[in-house]
Structures are given as structure tokens and as C-alpha cells.
T-cell receptor, first 114, second 114 residues
Framework: GDSVTQMEGPVTLSEEAFLTINCTYTATGYPSLFWYVQYPGEGLQLLLK?????DKGSNKGFEATYRKETTSFHLEKGSVQVSDSAVYFCALINSGGSNYKLTFGKGTLLTVNP | SQTIHQWPATLVQPVGSPLSLECTVEGTSNPNLYWYRQAAGRGLQLLFYSVGIGQISSEVPQNLSASRPQDRQFILSSKKLLLSDSGFYLCAWRAMGRVEDEQYFGPGTRLTVT
């Protein structure tokens, strides 16, 4: 079945540091890939997505590129802020499923210190 | 625009008591609906999903049940709560459309079973 593997962290960075959160996936066919962010005590929000190979999703300074050859969708940000502290989830949807369920990674806790 | 509501926001219930959590979606028709549980503040577990009124699929056997009495209403229930039912419960919806369409999450319900 489909699966998503992401670095579990926790990741602790200083403000303005460079961020990478690794995500790799296993899926048949051509899944769509997503990054969600969950701020403390809240539900998940879509951060960015990519629907085909070599697509780059971007939002709020975050970027991720759909790499089919390495089955990866790593999240990057050049300069993190304290307000980026949250849990980040990598996820995929595979068109092979009849109900289009998302498959999530286990989440990566990011803490950014001033 | 579409919005998703969950209530209550927080709930403290004794072991053995019943449970009813409600989720409603506005601004869309015939959505896919999902219930997730998040324990230990991180990983997401899909509990139930529904592709239409009265159509419920269970992902994990447990003492919880779900119902969809109306197109945009999704209810999570239990007859007798266990300590292990404590967690953060998230409802989500997704349009019945393109495979690349994302899921949208509600604000969540924090359940503590004592």
C-alpha cells in the first residue's frame, strides 16, 4: 500500500536558519503530494501541494519539489521565523483509491528559537 | 466559501460515558467526510470516512462509530468511552472532484477521558 516517511524530529532551529524536512513516499501510479502544517491546538492547514513530477509547490516562503525519480517531496525554507514553529505533515493522495484518502507521514515537530 | 465546524472544542468525560462529536460543512455539496484521531500530539489516524449519506467506512476496529445523517453532517459516537479514546479529534472534508484536490480540516475537538 501507499506510505509516507518523513523525519520525525523534533527539529530545533534558530531564527533565520535554513530548514529542510525530508519526505519520501511509496505509491503506485502518480500521486499528488501535499505538505500540511498544524499550529499548536489547531487543525491542519494546507501549506503547499504538487500534482505531477517536477512541479514545485510554494507558499509563505516554503517550497517543495515533486521528485519522481527519488520519490521525494522535501520541504525547505530559506529563513525560518519563530512563527513557523509547528508540526509539519507530508501526505499523498493516490488516484487509485476509490475515495481519495490522504496517506500521512507521522509529522515533524519544528521549534524555532529567537 | 466553504467552512467546517466542529463541536465541542473541548470535552472531559468519565470512562464508560457516551460520546457524540459533531462536524458540519458549509458551502459545498456531497463532500467526502473524514474523522481522524491524533494521539500524543503528533500522528494522525484515520478512523472513518464517508462518500455519501449513510455510507460509512471504518478504518480501524474500535469502540467508536460514525454516522452521516445529512449530506454535510458527520457524527462520531461511542456508547462507552475508554481511557484510550483520549485525543484530538479532527474532521475533514474533500470535494468529490479531481484527485489533486486537498482535504480541509476543522479546528478539532480535544477529548480527555478520565
Amino acid at each position: 500500500g501507499d506510505s509516507v516517511t518523513q523525519m520525525e524530529g523534533p527539529v530545533t532551529l534558530s531564527e533565520e536558519a535554513f530548514l529542510t524536512i525530508n519526505c519520501t513516499y511509496t505509491a503506485t501510479g502518480y500521486p499528488s503530494l501535499f505538505w500540511y502544517v498544524q499550529y499548536p491546538g489547531e487543525g491542519l492547514q494546507l501549506l503547499l501541494k504538487a500534482t505531477k513530477a517536477d512541479d514545485k509547490g510554494s507558499n509563505k516562503g516554503f517550497e517543495a519539489t515533486y521528485r519522481k525519480e527519488t520519490t521525494s517531496f522535501h520541504l525547505e525554507k530559506g529563513s525560518v521565523q519563530v512563527s513557523d514553529s509547528a508540526v509539519y505533515f507530508c501526505a499523498l493522495i493516490n488516484s487509485g483509491g476509490s475515495n481519495y484518502k490522504l496517506t500521512f507521514g507521522k509529522g515533524t515537530l519544528l521549534t524555532v528559537n529567537p | 466559501s466553504q467552512t467546517i465546524h466542529q463541536w465541542p472544542a473541548t470535552l472531559v468525560q468519565p470512562v464508560g460515558s457516551p460520546l457524540s462529536l459533531e462536524c458540519t460543512v458549509e458551502g459545498t455539496s456531497n463532500p467526502n467526510l473524514y474523522w481522524y484521531r491524533q494521539a500524543a500530539g503528533r500522528g494522525l489516524q484515520l478512523l472513518f470516512y464517508s462518500v455519501g449519506i449513510g455510507q460509512i467506512s471504518s478504518e480501524v476496529p474500535q469502540n467508536l462509530s460514525a454516522s452521516r445523517p445529512q449530506d454535510r453532517q458527520f457524527i462520531l459516537s461511542s456508547k462507552k468511552l475508554l481511557l484510550s479514546d483520549s485525543g484530538f479529534y479532527l474532521c475533514a472534508w474533500r470535494a468529490m472532484g479531481r484527485v489533486e484536490d486537498e482535504q480541509y480540516f476543522g479546528p478539532g475537538t480535544r477529548l480527555t477521558v478520565t
